[in-house]
């Protein structure tokens, strides 16, 4: 007994239709596609013939998803690729070295930005263990980069290598991936030129200070009278022992 409307009937067999099964696909409740298998003459399909006709709709949809969650993946992956060469910081993902006391003895860089080179100086340092690489490098790092990898616990520091140009480096380091990894991934600047520009500001400061206490000296050791006064009230600011002794010890500073 047909089913259809006659006008659906039509259309069917205007396209050589004359026997077909449908599929629709649920999934979270809601239908998402649908498959449709057509024959071109009238037939009463199996109840084996149906179910492969599902699996094999089940089989596509999953063929699309693994697609598009692939292209989503890669789409990510370029995202995260264009980051990583375009960010000033440097970066770097290591592979550390362990003993067998769970200490860092060597690591070996295993991906890097373009910046790494800038800011470190080192090039061609890629699968290279950075002991070879570097061999006056300071134990710090090794012993830094090995906790990291050990305990699972990210750091961050400051730190300088004269192996490295006396560069000084503002580092953040964490662990990739869980407890058997031993990839470690850094991110960091070069802060010299701060550093520098730090320890100046320091240097000016203590000469700074080194004559003020000078003038003081000076100034109080001076044999004649001596008083500085502010102000239009002519306020006292400071007096040297001489002019003490002059007024016989009064306390006018302040005044």
Known sequence: V???????RAAFAAINVRGHVDVPLVKGGAFVAGMTVHFSAPRAWAAE?????EETAERTWAAVERAKAEAA???SEERFRTLFESIDEGFCVVDVALDEEGRGTDYTVVEMNPAFERHTGLAGV?????????????EFWF?????VAQTGAAT??????????GRWFDVYAFRLGDDGSRKVAILFNDVTDRRRAERER?????EVEAERARLSDVFQRAPSFMAVLAGPDHVFERVNDRYLELIGGREVVGK
């Open 73 to 75: 993946l890669r789409a």
């Open 156 to 165: 961050r520091f400051e730190h300088g290598s004269d192996a490295l140009g």
């Open 2 to 8: 047909p089913t259809r409307p006659a006008h659906e």
């Open 143 to 147: 012993e830094t980069y090995g906790r």
């Open 49 to 53: 013939e149906v179910a492969l006709i």
């Open 126 to 138: 890629v699968g290279r263990p950075i002991r070879q690489a570097v061999p006056a490098l300071e």
């Open 202 to 206: 320091e240097r000016l400061h203590r």
